[in-house]
């Protein structure tokens, strides 16, 4: 159940069927157990809470949806922690005692709201007292962290010391052993706290949202080899890495090398042996990663790794290159790819670049240089075609594609660029379309800018022919409502869903 974005008389009357359906799925869980010998839980299990009405709707509406002891994944917002200790307190309390098959907990916050950290701290002490939790990500800033704060004050020490005190205090039914997937609250943690936060509650975690942290500094108890060595022997079978992309737009460039490096090292065998044979996974949703110290760390995983994602800038965009070429057996690519100097894109784009057995591809292109104003030289233009045409014939061999995302970087209609890559080329019209006719497993075709107002029937019959298993096109627009109209009236993507009858169209603001 999504209630992202209901009215809140809706909520009561779901409220009140909760009530009544909460009987009846006890009562058939009971009868189907019996049966089959098992428990399957038939009542609500998803729950996506993230924006808000006021302060007193959320208090008494969440902590009743809550309520079912068939909820195991929940999505709220970070500014619930706002609520007073009151509030909190029977937000906990329902946590613990009403949702026990708790296994995924989402707190968003959306660059819209910054708690205070002792309660982001308390958050995270909490929710790992659930002794089912498998999944916790804390996708929020607390309001006192900013790139020049100074974590290292009696007040923030205290703080710290009291969570670490807190967890280490658990009983053992309090612990979640369970859990595999970690996100802290984004902020640059003191390495005193990461240490011994670790060796506690970092047991067996498969994928780690990587917490940034300063140099170890002066006086420190523990140095940056005590964390290194943590993380090898408590979470030796780390699949994925991943780097938030924080809201606030700070300079990362050396927190998250630094962090990112740290944790590479710890997956990486020493003299042949210990962990390092599992990671399947490094995504960097900030351009911040220095690729030059990263990419050599990654030599140890290139058989392995089957996901990669980076935002690099083009000054390393070499090193990324090279790493791209030897890791032939990726199945999801998310890259961006920027101009070069000489003012086109592309350079990079042979055809070696392509894993054959791809199939996710997300591509952020640079706007190309000969649809840019005012027009660039007749060579350039020239080249830039040419690179453009090359990535296409590129990406056309990817024969187990099954998602693919194009983004030029803006979602709107411009009059003076014309994205004309997925039209039918004809004497006044550039396109590319007709090289992609070896998708015959794509799925999930995203669209994230106007690739598609200029699309006729010509190309629809084309995309129908040769996309067979077309499931579903996303539009980013500025503008749901008239992109939603948009679909309904023109005639061709009508004709689309005819011929493809279980594509659905989906619409999302940018």
């Known amino acids: 159940m999504d209630l992202s974005d209901v009215d809140s008389r809706v909520i009561k009357s779901l409220i009140d069927a909760l009530k009544d359906s909460k009987k009846v799925c ?7 157990a019996s049966a089959e010998g098992n428990h399957v839980g038939m009542g609500l299990h998803v729950l996506n809470f993230v924006r808000l009405h006021n302060k007193a709707e959320l208090s008494s509406q969440v902590t009743t949806l809550l309520q079912t002891p068939f909820l195991s994944r929940l999505t709220v917002h970070c500014k619930m922690l706002e609520f007073g200790p009151q509030y909190l307190t029977s937000f906990y309390n329902t946590l613990t005692l009403s949702v026990p098959g708790l296994q995924h907990f989402v707190m968003e916050g959306n660059g819209e709201a910054f708690p205070h950290l002792g309660l982001s701290l308390d958050l995270v002490a909490r929710c790992l007292e659930l002794p089912n939790l498998v999944s916790l990500v804390c996708n929020f800033e607390p309001s006192e962290f900013d790139e020049e704060q100074d974590l290292h004050g009696t007040e923030w020490e205290e703080l710290f010391a009291l969570t670490l005190e807190r967890l280490e205090g658990r009983l053992p039914h309090q612990k979640s052993n369970q859990l595999r997937k970690l996100q802290l609250p984004c902020m640059i943690w003191p390495p005193d706290f990461l ?13 780690l949202s990587v917490p940034l942290f300063h140099d170890f500094p002066e006086g420190c108890e523990y140095k940056i080899d005590d964390l290194r060595e943590v993380l090898r022997s408590s979470c030796p079978n780390i699949k994925k ?30 003299n042949g042996t210990g962990a390092g044979t599992s990671l399947q996974s490094l995504v960097a949703a900030s351009s911040s ?27 390393q965009f070499a090193e990324l290159d090279q790493l791209v070429r030897r890791s032939k057996n990726l199945k999801v690519l998310d890259m961006e790819w920027h101009f070069r100097t000489s003012g086109y894109p592309f350079e990079r784009w042979p055809d070696i670049w392509i894993c054959q057995g791809l199939r996710k591809l997300n591509v952020r292109m640079a706007i190309p240089a000969h649809r840019t104003s005012p027009a660039p030289s007749d060579e350039v233009g020239m080249l830039s075609r040419h690179h453009l045409k090359q990535f296409y014939k590129a990406i056309e061999q990817l024969e187990a594609l099954e998602d693919l995302t194009l983004d030029y970087g803006f979602s709107y209609t411009r009059d003076d ?4 890559d997925l039209l039918l080329p ?3 019209v550039e396109g590319y379309l007709s090289d992609l006719t070896r998708w015959k497993k794509l799925r999930h075709l995203r669209l994230r800018s106007d690739f598609w107002s200029r699309m006729g029937d010509p190309e629809i019959k084309f995309m129908a022919k040769h996309w067979p298993q077309l499931e579903s096109i996303t539009f980013r627009t500025d503008d749901v409502p008239w992109m939603e109209k948009f679909l309904n009236i023109m005639h061709c993507w009508q004709t689309l869903v005819r011929l493809l009858p279980n594509l659905v169209f989906k619409c999302l603001k940018s």
């Open 241 to 270: 890495i991943a780097i938030p992309k924080h809201s606030r737009g700070y300079e990362w460039d050396y927190y998250a090398t630094l962090a990112v490096k740290t944790v590479l090292e710890a997956c990486t065998p020493t």
């Open 289 to 315: 990663l220095d690729w030059t110290q990263i990419g050599p760390l990654l030599e140890p995983h290139i058989q392995n790794l089957r996901e990669l994602t980076s935002n690099g800038d083009r000054e």
């Open 195 to 207: 240490v011994p936060f670790f060796e506690d509650c970092g047991l067996d975690l498969e994928e």
């Open 417 to 420: 660029i014309w994205i004309t």
């Open 26 to 32: 006890s009562r058939r869980q009971s009868a189907q």
């Open 426 to 428: 004809t004497n006044e």
